[in-house]
T-cell receptor
């Protein structure tokens, strides 16, 4: 069974440009989460989708970040315009059931590294 | 979210048992304790989860005392491939996982 896949694995862009990260969750997983680790910091929650609906986007840093999950399958995270402080690794995770923390069934992708110059 | 404290780093040798203790003094009644492992350039990977007493799976054991204010992840007979960062997370039905700095475990030959 394929795991959570993320694309691209690494993206280098200049400040002010736009980048779109993609996440394909495990098939059948209704819950999709985005996290990120900016340089030197901890992994932080960004938002949570249940199918195509945003359940919680309290972790989104500002309105330069837009996440979508049309059709409830894959998700994209767009950063526009990118700033230097957006550099880091963006992780996507998926789970079958809400409250996966209690069952440990939160599966992470390998992350997309974003470098903003 | 309950705050956790764990050692920044630990060194070990192949074949030894590694025990990582995590403190979570303000754990709530409905909080679970979950440990994740992360290798370089990869996403976190679930290792084990427990609520109280002892949990064991094919990878590790998790010991939780009665007061639940701490927990210990035990990795038996580590190998070089167990070199990774280990995160202790405490939460209840909460995907807003607070990973913290984790414990970097380095296994040497």
């Amino acid at each position: 069974e394929a795991g959570v896949t993320q694309f691209p694995s690494h993206s280098v862009i200049e400040k002010g440009q736009t980048v779109t990260l993609r996440c394909d969750p495990i098939s059948g997983h209704d819950n999709l989460y985005w996290y990120r680790r900016v340089m030197g910091k901890e992994i932080k929650f960004l938002l949570h989708f249940v199918k195509e609906s945003k359940q919680d986007e309290s972790g989104m840093p500002n309105n330069r970040f837009l996440a979508e999950r049309t059709g409830g399958t894959y998700s994209t995270l767009k950063v526009q315009p990118a700033e230097l402080e957006d550099s880091g690794v963006y992780f996507c995770a998926s789970s079958q059931a809400i409250g996966a923390v209690n069952t440990g069934e939160l599966f992470f992708g390998e992350g997309s590294r974003l470098t903003v110059l | 979210l309950a705050k956790t404290t764990q050692p920044i780093s630990m060194d070990s040798y192949e074949g030894q048992e590694v025990n990582i203790t995590c403190s979570h003094n303000n754990i709530a009644t409905n909080d679970y304790i979950t440990w994740y492992q992360q290798f370089p350039s990869q996403g976190p990977r679930f290792i084990i989860q427990g609520y109280k007493t002892k949990v064991t799976n094919e990878v590790a054991s998790l010991f939780i005392p009665a007061d639940r204010k701490s927990s210990t992840l035990s990795l038996p007979r580590v190998s070089l491939s167990d070199t990774a960062v280990y995160y202790c997370l405490v939460g209840a039905n909460d995907y807003k996982l607070s990973f913290g700095a984790g414990t970097t475990v380095t296994v040497r030959a």
